[in-house]
Structure formats: C-alpha cells, structure tokens
C-alpha cells in the first residue's frame, strides 16, 4: 500500500472507524445497488411556458396517475382517480375548493389520506428508507413515516394506524398532512429531471420556471442557444443584451424583463420614441399573445425597431473582433445602398423595405451613437446588478453544460457541428480547430470564463464565445449557417430568410453516423441513446421524432405556443424508469385554473421507446458505479484494520 493510498484509507477511517461500522455501510450500499433505477424526466424548449411546465412536472409525464391506476385498479371510479391526481397535483388549491363544497369534510379527509398514503406507500418502494425520510416535510416527518411503513392490514397494527389517521384529523391538521403528501409523491415519483434546453424566450415566465428548478430536489440543465444568450447578458455582453431585448420586444415579453426581472427599461423607452418617433416600423410587429395589452403596441414597436438597430450594430462589432468566426457574410449595415433601398448579400443586391435608420452613419455604420451607447450601459448595468438573474445564471453555469452523459445517454440541445461528408466539422476558436467532444468542451470553457472570470481581456473574449455560440455557423447548439434576422425584417426576397440546417440534420437515421457521435462521447453504441432537442418535430406532417431506430431522440414537439401550429401538439417529454423509455406527446394546456376547477390534467399519448431485457437497478446506473467504488474502498478498509495496518478509532 502506497502514502497516497494509506492517506485516502485513514480519511476514510474519520467516518467508519471500527470494523463494524465499516461492514454496516458495505451491507448498505450493497443493498442499495439492488434496487430499481429512480425514474428520469427529460423536458425541453419550454421557451417561458410556466404553466404547462409546473403542470407536466408535478404529474410526471402521467406518471402520478399510472401509480394511481396500478394502486386502485377497479376499486375506485374514473372520476374518483381523475379527482386523486388533481389533489395531489394542486393540494393547495383543491381543498379550498372541496372545504366549501364538502358536507362532511371529515369523511372527505379520513378517504384522501387513507387514499394519498397508499399511493405514497407506492412511489417511495423503489427508494430506501434513508432517502425518502429525507425527503420528508420535517415537522410531521415521524408521523409521515409511521403512515407509509406501517402495513394497516395487519392485524396488531391496524386500530394503531387508524388511530392516527384520527387524531390527524380530530386536531385540525388534515389539510397539511395532505398537502405535505401530495408535494412528497410529487417529489418521490420523479427521481432526476434532466433540462434539455431552452428555458428562456417566446413565452411568457422563464423566470417563474427557474425560481421552479433551484429549488427542484436533483436536475441538470443542457444549455440551449436561448439560454446562452440570457447568460451572456448576465455576464454583460452587450451584443446578447441587445438580443434578449429585441426578442422580449418581438414576442410582447417585455413584462419578463421588467416584471420578472426588474430591469428598468425606461432609458429605451425614452430613446425610442424621441429617436424613433417619426420612423418607419412596419417591419417590427409585435408577435403577442392574449395576455399582451395592445395599448402598448406603438411604443413596443418602436423599441424593438431600436434595439435591432443597435443589435446589428453590436453583433457588428463582435464580428470585425472576431475574424476566425468566419462571419464576414454577415455584417450587412455596410451593404445598404440608401439612394436605391437596396442591400447587397452574398454579392447580389435585393430591395429592402426599410432603410428608416436614423442612427446609423454609412460611413461609420457600426458605430453606436451617444444615446445609443448611454441606453446599453444603462440596460449593462441593470442587468449586471439584477440579483435574481444573477441566480439563475450561477444556476445555470452550476447544474449545466452544453451537454451531459448520464446513465449511459448522451444529452445536448443542438447538433455535432458535421461536414456534409459525415465527419466532424472542424470550428476555429482562438487559433485553434476543434471538433466533435473537444468542440463542446473548449466553447464551454470560454463561456464559463466570459461570466466569471476578472480580467478584463479574457472575460470579453469568453462573453464573444457566449455569443457566438448563441448564433455562430460552428456552434452546436445553434445548427444553422446563418441567422437570418436582418433579412427577415428588411428584405421581402424570402430566399434571402432561408436558415439553412448543419449536414447533421439529414443524417440522423444513418447508425453509422450516430454510433459515431456516441463513441465520441465514450458510450457504448449497443445499448446508449441521443436525447436531443432545439428543432420542432412536426408530428402534424407525420414526421417522428424517434429516428435511427430509436438511438436517437429528438423531444422538441412545440412545449412553446408559438412553435404548436407548426408542430400540432405542445411538446414531447421522456420518461425512463426502471422498466424502459416511454416519449409523451401532449396535447395543448389550457391553463392552470381549468385544470383545477374541471380535474381536467394534460391529454397524451404515450409511445414506448424501449422495453429493457431486464428491470434496471441501481447497480446499472452512474450512482451505482459511485456506489461500487465506496464499497471497494470500504473492503480495502476493513483489510487495514484487519491485517494491522490501522487501528480501530484511532483516527
């Protein structure tokens, strides 16, 4: 035994230090590999959908009312079990309403805990005792699990058990105990949540959705493109700034930023409408839904007309810092003729339908103009000092990546940046070309730094990483060549709108080329999977979103309302228990209220992926590969204090 190993044993021998000790927590771990694997939950692009995304987590993908079925089969009605699952979905919410309309609450009280604690008893079978007594609510922790480790139909044990469904009941504190049950099947039904990209953006609440999953028990996040480039507004990036703006403004979310967020959009207010108060328009429309109030339209209009302005001229800015990005082709400020209202791309000239740009100087067109620069330091500083974006971010940055191997998957939000050749496409970054894994490893590392790091050099250099990989032809995330904005708000040839897709996209059915990208990520092609989101699968034009034969899986089907007329259902999850993987489409969510008030829950189909050979244990996972090093450390323990070499209690 070497002093490195001799030095790793005696920390070890802080926490066990007697040979009994060491044994006991072998004997548990052991046990625990045994048994079943918890159930994972994958979501992605819920681009702001707050409320169809609170609704999907706390019922699971349908997974509270499986257990619900598999618990009362026959024994209880439909309505009964559509009633069940709205309680524990909504317990809060539903017991106002069932105080007011029951006759005899007490009856209705004593039937929904006997009912909630066999459901309980259900979900928490595959965890050990250890870990759902931590998941418990602390102050009624010990009655809780007396409730779901007691087996009323025992004899001795039943008037005991009954008693205390009583006494509960009898001292006024049902409601809670009913609440704190339902938030624990919540809890218990769902192990992991994975977050495959695109929280932020279209929708109405991305931030009601992350204060959501800080506080979610255990969840990974992928960094979607809509994501990076809130983070690099966190970090102070002035040309994402300039992004996360103009698309609030676009999509009738400005209430995001200053009712979310707090950002003081003001200096933008005041600035549009002296600056823009005579301009042309027409070409920024307001995308808004119901909740928007019209009366704001002109203004709205006329902020989104000048924060593309200032985006272009940023973005700008950014390119010409950055030569190796490779988007010369996209610097178009300097390629507007004013005399013909013309715009020359890829060398050939299109007519435009705007050239109202009262702040932009031809000769120096990506220059901002004082006022311009005094708004952006402004919005710089607000978002810099928002403390709850802030959070989020640090959230972000903590539990994410921009991808993740876990329990044999392979999870990213976009694509492998590939040639049309099939292979790896090589991206420059700072000097150097990078593919495949190393492409993605190498763009995290520098976006990490563009929002951490304190000298100034690096962390402007990181923050333009952050952008590019919001929007860059090599970024993974992003997938395309090109994006096309200033085309789409001034140039009427929709030819010049096209977004054309990575090689990657056409290939997804290829097993070559997808074993390929999971030998890259060090998986085992026989039995690993791609969960992949970012592109709306549009089941509407029959197109599936399991392709290669179920290797890989594309989960985008439209969570976002503005994605659901094209898709034609609001979005797939997946569902992977111990038994397989099931994808859910659903159907659209009308809203919270109706879900409570009508016991209405999410309409879904469910399509299994894969029925596995064999129940999968913890044994097969990541933890229980964690769990088997424990184990053989603690033996190489025992050894020690066995043959001599280190003396029980000593350390």
Same mark, same amino acid.
Request: proline share 3%; hydrophobic share 35%.
């Given at each position: 035994?070497?002093?490195?190993?001799?030095?790793?044993?005696?920390?070890?021998?802080?926490?066990?230090?007697?040979?009994?000790?060491?044994?006991?927590?072998?004997?548990?771990?052991?046990?625990?590999?045994?048994?079943?694997?918890?159930?994972?939950?994958?979501?992605?692009?819920?681009?702001?959908?707050?409320?169809?995304?609170?609704?999907?987590?706390?019922?699971?993908?349908?997974?509270?009312?499986?257990?619900?079925?598999?618990?009362?089969?026959?024994?209880?009605?439909?309505?009964?079990?559509?009633?069940?699952?709205?309680?524990?979905?909504?317990?809060?919410?539903?017991?106002?309403?069932?105080?007011?309309?029951?006759?005899?609450?007490?009856?209705?009280?004593?039937?929904?805990?006997?009912?909630?604690?066999?459901?309980?008893?259900?979900?928490?079978?595959?965890?050990?005792?250890?870990?759902?007594?931590?998941?418990?609510?602390?102050?009624?922790?010990?009655?809780?699990?007396?409730?779901?480790?007691?087996?009323?139909?025992?004899?001795?044990?039943?008037?005991?058990?009954?008693?205390?469904?009583?006494?509960?009941?009898?001292?006024?504190?049902?409601?809670?105990?009913?609440?704190?049950?339902?938030?624990?099947?919540?809890?218990?039904?769902?192990?992991?949540?994975?977050?495959?990209?695109?929280?932020?953006?279209?929708?109405?609440?991305?931030?009601?959705?992350?204060?959501?999953?800080?506080?979610?028990?255990?969840?990974?996040?992928?960094?979607?493109?809509?994501?990076?480039?809130?983070?690099?507004?966190?970090?102070?990036?002035?040309?994402?700034?300039?992004?996360?703006?103009?698309?609030?403004?676009?999509?009738?979310?400005?209430?995001?930023?200053?009712?979310?967020?707090?950002?003081?959009?003001?200096?933008?207010?005041?600035?549009?409408?002296?600056?823009?108060?005579?301009?042309?328009?027409?070409?920024?429309?307001?995308?808004?839904?119901?909740?928007?109030?019209?009366?704001?339209?002109?203004?709205?209009?006329?902020?989104?007309?000048?924060?593309?302005?200032?985006?272009?001229?940023?973005?700008? !800015?950014?390119? #010409? =810092?950055?030569?190796?990005?490779?988007?010369?082709? /996209?610097? &178009?400020?300097? $390629?507007?003729?004013?005399? *013909?209202?013309?715009?020359?791309?890829?060398?050939?000239?299109?007519?435009?339908?705007?050239?109202?740009?009262?702040?932009?100087?031809?000769?120096?067109?990506?220059?901002?103009?004082?006022?311009?620069?005094?708004?952006?330091?402004?919005?710089? !500083?607000?978002? #810099? =000092?928002?403390?709850?974006?802030?959070?989020?971010? /640090?959230? &972000?940055?903590? $539990?994410?990546?921009?991808? *993740?191997?876990?329990?044999?998957?392979?999870?990213?939000?976009?694509?492998?940046?590939?040639?049309?050749?099939?292979?790896?496409?090589?991206?420059?970054?700072?000097?150097?070309?990078?593919?495949?894994?190393?492409?993605?490893?190498?763009?995290?590392?520098?976006?990490? =730094?563009?929002?951490?790091?304190?000298?100034?050099?690096?962390?402007?250099?990181?923050?333009?990483?952050?952008?590019?990989?919001?929007?860059?032809?090599?970024?993974?995330?992003?997938?395309?060549?090109?994006?096309?904005?200033?085309?789409?708000?001034?140039?009427?040839?929709?030819?010049?709108?096209?977004?054309?897709?990575?090689?990657?996209?056409?290939?997804?059915?290829?097993?070559?080329?997808?074993?390929?990208?999971?030998?890259?990520?060090?998986?085992?092609?026989?039995?690993?999977?791609?969960?992949?989101?970012?592109?709306?699968?549009?089941?509407?034009?029959?197109?599936?979103?399991?392709?290669?034969?179920?290797?890989?899986?594309?989960?985008?089907?439209?969570?976002?309302?503005?994605?659901?007329?094209?898709?034609?259902?609001?979005?797939?999850?997946?569902?992977?228990?111990?038994?397989?993987?099931?994808?859910?489409?659903?159907?659209?969510?009308?809203?919270?209220?109706?879900?409570?008030?009508?016991?209405?829950?999410?309409?879904?189909?469910?399509?299994?992926?894969?029925?596995?050979?064999?129940?999968?244990?913890?044994?097969?996972?990541?933890?229980?590969?964690?769990?088997?090093?424990?184990?053989?450390?603690?033996?190489?323990?025992?050894?020690?204090?066995?043959?001599?070499?280190?003396?029980?209690?000593?350390?």
């Amino acid at each position: 035994m070497n002093e490195l190993e001799l030095k790793v044993l005696k920390s070890l021998a802080h926490q066990y230090p007697t040979i009994a000790a060491a044994s006991t927590e072998i004997i548990n771990l052991q046990a625990i590999l045994n048994l079943p694997k918890g159930t994972e939950h994958f979501l992605t692009d819920i681009h702001g959908e707050y409320e169809q995304f609170r609704h999907v987590l706390k019922n699971g993908s349908g997974s509270v009312r499986r257990k619900i079925d598999e618990e009362f089969g026959n024994t209880i009605t439909n309505k009964d079990k559509k009633s069940l699952a709205t309680l524990i979905y909504y317990p809060e919410e539903k017991l106002e309403i069932v105080q007011k309309e029951e006759d005899c609450i007490e009856d209705w009280y004593k039937i929904s805990l006997h009912r909630l604690v066999q459901i309980t008893k259900r979900v928490s079978s595959k965890y050990t005792r250890s870990k759902v007594r931590k998941a418990l609510p602390p102050d009624f922790a010990y009655v809780i699990e007396e409730l779901i480790t007691e087996k009323e139909e025992i004899l001795d044990k039943e008037a005991y058990y009954n008693e205390i469904i009583h006494t509960i009941i009898r001292i006024g504190k049902a409601p809670q105990f009913i609440i704190d049950l339902s938030h624990l099947i919540q809890r218990l039904v769902i192990d992991h949540l994975h977050i495959v990209g695109d929280v932020y953006d279209r929708g109405p609440g991305p931030h009601v959705i992350l204060d959501t999953l800080c506080e979610y028990h255990s969840v990974d996040v992928q960094w979607g493109n809509h994501d990076v480039v809130w983070m690099g507004a966190a970090s102070g990036s002035l040309a994402c700034i300039a992004n996360v703006v103009r698309m609030a403004a676009r999509y009738g979310n400005l209430a995001t930023l200053e009712d979310g967020y707090g950002i003081n959009l003001l200096p933008l207010v005041t600035f549009a409408l002296e600056t823009y108060s005579d301009s042309n328009c027409d070409a920024f429309k307001i995308k808004y839904n119901t909740d928007y109030n019209t009366k704001d339209l002109s203004m709205d209009t006329k902020m989104h007309k000048a924060m593309a302005i200032i985006q272009f001229k940023l973005e700008g !800015q950014v390119i #010409m =810092r950055n030569p190796e990005f490779g988007m010369e082709s /996209r610097l &178009l400020l300097d $390629k507007v003729n004013y005399e *013909k209202k013309t715009v020359t791309i890829n060398g050939e000239e299109y007519p435009m339908n705007d050239v109202d740009f009262p702040t932009v100087d031809p000769k120096k067109p990506y220059e901002l103009t004082d006022d311009e620069m005094q708004v952006m330091m402004r919005l710089q !500083q607000a978002f #810099m =000092r928002c403390e709850k974006l802030q959070r989020h971010v /640090r959230f &972000l940055f903590s $539990k994410g990546g921009l991808y *993740k191997v876990y329990n044999g998957n392979l999870l990213y939000h976009g694509c492998v940046p590939m040639d049309e050749d099939g292979s790896f496409a090589k991206v420059e970054i700072f000097g150097k070309e990078y593919s495949g894994k190393e492409l993605y490893d190498v763009l995290e590392y520098h976006a990490r =730094r563009g929002y951490y790091s304190k000298e100034p050099a690096v962390r402007r250099a990181g923050q333009d990483i952050i952008w590019y990989i919001w929007g860059g032809p090599g970024s993974p995330v992003f997938g395309k060549e090109k994006m096309a904005t200033f085309e789409r708000y001034f140039v009427t040839d929709k030819s010049t709108h096209v977004e054309k897709k990575n090689s990657y996209y056409q290939m997804l059915e290829k097993e070559e080329i997808v074993n390929h990208i999971l030998n890259e990520f060090g998986l085992d092609e026989k039995d690993a999977h791609i969960v992949n989101g970012h592109v709306p699968v549009e089941q509407i034009h029959g197109e599936s979103p399991i392709k290669c034969g179920g290797k890989l899986l594309i989960i985008d089907g439209g969570f976002a309302r503005a994605y659901q007329e094209k898709t034609g259902i609001a979005g797939y999850t997946l569902v992977c228990n111990s038994r397989g993987m099931r994808l859910v489409a659903h159907e659209p969510f009308e809203s919270t209220e109706t879900a409570i008030k009508n016991e209405s829950d999410i309409i879904s189909d469910s399509i299994v992926v894969e029925n596995f050979f064999y129940r999968k244990q913890v044994a097969d996972t990541d933890n229980g590969r964690r769990l088997r090093e424990s184990i053989g450390d603690l033996e190489q323990l025992l050894v020690a204090y066995r043959d001599g070499t280190l003396i029980e209690g000593m350390y």
